[in-house]
């Protein structure tokens, strides 16, 4: 079977394409830092405060001592295709994992509904858990993972890059079986148009003859071009550099900015998924002297953590932005708003970091490991399972409505 590799992304123009450079030629730290501080100072919009960052450090380690939160937490999560162990490559199992978190964070973008909190916005209707009799609707991201699941117990072989980038294996209209919506849903699926050009651009991606049609050979060409020894952030710019549907970045202010959300997630979950259950041998993906470094990463600059962060008081908003936020007026991407939000939440979370590591913490102080943990809490709130107690608060606002292809 032939694929087509495109030359261009379906989803992108090609002055963009073009524009896209290799920072980390020139950054020898993660570029999404310096990147936000200038959006942050330029902006000067969305404020940090610093008190509250330490407040809400010492009620996120008063959690994690009581109940943990690693990155094995990563397994717990019930819709999750966990791995096999010990690691073998040649497992179907371990291949099926990775290709599974491979499409989901390719797709991982605008779950935010306009019926937020209506029984018939866009869901998924599926089984609370792998092996459960019993279903439910599941909403928002999950509503993805659920689509994704019960395809593949419907024998749809979804998450194969070969399938899904061929339109004779897999029409259009197949994708859109996969994706149909709950019956009492009136939404579909967001940016529909856009995830399928970015399934067809990224399968046909990895079907080429570096990568071998798979997640795990991507993977395996990622640790030939390092010689085994690349870590999180490089396989990150592996990621940008061989997909244009990853490359978040933008001119902002005379200046090319980098926020990097799902090139980061994808690898922060394929970190996680993997993590050996003894932590002192080589990861399997990043078997290096270094390891991973995964503390080179960043949070995931979305619309749900910002959330959260403002109810910790961490950021501080000005009144015509809560205004917009209140009244469900939409952001447009790159809108001084929106990067103001997003700038802010990557320079709070580093700084709820550096406040752990202040503190002499024994707790893995990831920036992903923090984001994991805040986006974990905030989907609690939102569904009523949990408050917060022992913490001063604000009112949870909307999150943002930014419609984009990038969080």
């Known amino acids: 079977?032939?694929?087509?590799?495109?030359?261009?992304?379906?989803?992108?123009?090609?002055k963009h394409i073009q524009e896209s450079v290799s920072p980390l030629k020139m950054h020898p730290t993660n570029p999404v830092v310096s990147s936000a501080e200038f959006v942050?100072?330029?902006?000067?919009?969305?404020?940090?405060?610093?008190?509250?960052?330490?407040?809400?450090?010492?009620?996120?380690?008063?959690?994690?001592?009581?109940?943990?939160?690693?990155?094995?937490?990563?397994?717990?999560?019930?819709?999750?295709?966990?791995?096999?162990?010990?690691?073998d490559p040649d497992d179907i199992l371990t291949g099926a994992c990775l290709n599974w978190i491979f499409l989901i964070s390719s797709l991982n973008f605008s779950f935010w509904s306009e019926k937020e909190g209506q029984l018939d916005r866009y869901g998924i209707e599926w089984r609370t858990s792998w092996g459960s009799e019993t279903m439910t609707v599941h909403t928002g991201y999950w509503s993805l993972v659920a689509a994704l699941n019960r395809a593949l117990e419907e024998g749809i072989p979804i998450i194969?890059?070969?399938?899904?980038?061929?339109?004779?294996?897999?029409?259009?209209?197949?994708?859109?079986?996969?994706?149909?919506?709950?019956?009492?849903?009136?939404?579909?699926?967001?940016?529909?148009?856009?995830?399928?050009?970015?399934?067809?651009?990224?399968?046909?991606?990895?079907?080429?003859?570096?990568?071998?049609?798979?997640?795990?050979?991507?993977?395996?060409?990622?640790?030939?071009?390092?010689?085994?020894?690349?870590?999180?952030?490089d396989l990150v710019q592996f990621v940008t550099d061989s997909f244009p549907s990853f490359r978040d970045d933008r001119m902002f202010n005379g200046r090319r900015v980098y926020f990097w959300k799902r090139p980061q997630i994808l690898v922060a979950e394929t970190w996680a998924a993997f993590y050996p259950e003894n932590p002192y041998?080589?990861?399997?993906?990043?078997?290096?002297?270094?390891?991973?470094?995964?503390?080179?990463?960043?949070?995931?600059?979305?619309?749900?953590?910002?959330?959260?962060?403002?109810?910790?008081?961490?950021?501080?908003?000005?009144?015509?932005?809560?205004?917009?936020?209140?009244?469900?007026?939409?952001?447009?991407?790159?809108?001084?708003?929106?990067?103001?939000?997003?700038?802010?939440?990557?320079?709070?979370?580093?700084?709820?970091?550096?406040?752990?590591?202040?503190?002499?913490?024994?707790?893995?102080?990831?920036?992903?490991?923090?984001?994991?943990?805040?986006?974990?809490l905030a989907k609690k709130l939102q569904g009523g399972k949990e408050c917060l107690e022992g913490i001063e608060t604000e009112s949870i606002l909307p999150v943002h409505r930014t419609r984009s292809i990038w969080y």
Request: charge should be negative; include cysteine.
């Open 281 to 376: 041998i080589p990861h399997p993906i990043f078997p290096g002297l270094d390891g991973a470094r995964i503390s080179d990463l960043t949070m995931f600059a979305d619309y749900r953590v910002p959330q959260i962060l403002h109810h910790l008081r961490i950021l501080a908003y000005p009144p015509s932005l809560k205004h917009e936020l209140c009244t469900g007026k939409p952001l447009g991407a790159g809108s001084r708003e929106e990067m103001s939000l997003r700038a802010a939440s990557i320079i709070a979370v580093e700084r709820i970091r550096s406040e752990m590591m202040r503190c002499g913490s024994d707790w893995e102080a990831s920036c992903v490991l923090i984001d994991f943990y805040l986006w974990d």
């Open 160 to 233: 194969d890059p070969q399938f899904y980038s061929s339109e004779t294996l897999c029409p259009d209209s197949l994708i859109a079986h996969v994706f149909r919506a709950a019956p009492q849903s009136a939404e579909s699926m967001p940016l529909f148009s856009e995830r399928l050009a970015i399934m067809r651009e990224v399968g046909a991606i990895l079907c080429n003859n570096e990568f071998g049609g798979s997640y795990l050979g991507f993977l395996q060409a990622f640790q030939t071009r390092y010689d085994n020894q690349g870590t999180a952030l």
């Open 40 to 87: 942050l100072e330029q902006t000067n919009i969305v404020k940090i405060d610093d008190d509250a960052v330490k407040k809400a450090t010492q009620y996120i380690l008063k959690q994690v001592s009581s109940e943990p939160y690693t990155p094995r937490t990563w397994r717990t999560h019930p819709l999750h295709i966990c791995p096999p162990e010990p690691y």
């Open 1 to 14: 079977m032939t694929f087509f590799v495109p030359s261009t992304s379906p989803v992108f123009d090609e």
